[in-house]
């Protein structure tokens, strides 16, 4: 079983930054893509980056590229996402999870372990 936990929502105005993590525990990460979803009120959860179990590759949603930078450090078992230049419509409830299907990285349906969330609220 994997537990992950996400971190560093919090409330920013436009044009701002942050940072989130996920941590996770009860097994090593290492060999999973991860991804990051977000979620906002009345919306359908959103697919908004994936990253390769090296690092070498990721990912992104057209929405984020440019703004966002997946990375991750498998020695600490953790996922980030480095959030800049944020816009209001990037409000959300933000969740870390683990791939379990490599040809659907962008498919929520393709992730088995889910964090509980964070909020990032972007004020205009």
């Known amino acids: 079983q994997v537990q992950l936990v996400e971190s560093g929502g919090g409330l920013v105005q436009a044009g701002g930054s942050l940072r989130l993590s996920c941590v996770a525990s009860?097994?090593?990460?290492?060999?999973?893509?991860m991804g990051w979803f977000r979620q906002a009120p009345g919306k359908e959860r959103e697919f908004v980056a994936a990253?390769?179990?090296?690092?070498?590759?990721?990912h992104y949603a057209d929405s984020v590229k440019g703004r966002f930078t997946i990375s991750r450090d498998n020695a600490k078992n953790t996922v980030y996402l480095q959030m800049n230049s944020l816009k209001p419509e990037d409000t959300a409830v933000y969740y870390c999870?683990?791939?379990?299907?490599?040809?659907?990285?962008?498919?929520?349906?393709?992730?088995?372990?889910w964090g509980q969330g964070t909020q990032v609220t972007v004020s205009s």
């Open positions: 009860g097994r090593t990460l290492s060999r999973y893509f």
């Open positions: 990253i390769t179990w090296s690092g070498g590759s990721t």
């Open positions: 999870a683990v791939n379990i299907d490599v040809s659907q990285i962008r498919v929520g349906a393709s992730y088995k372990y």
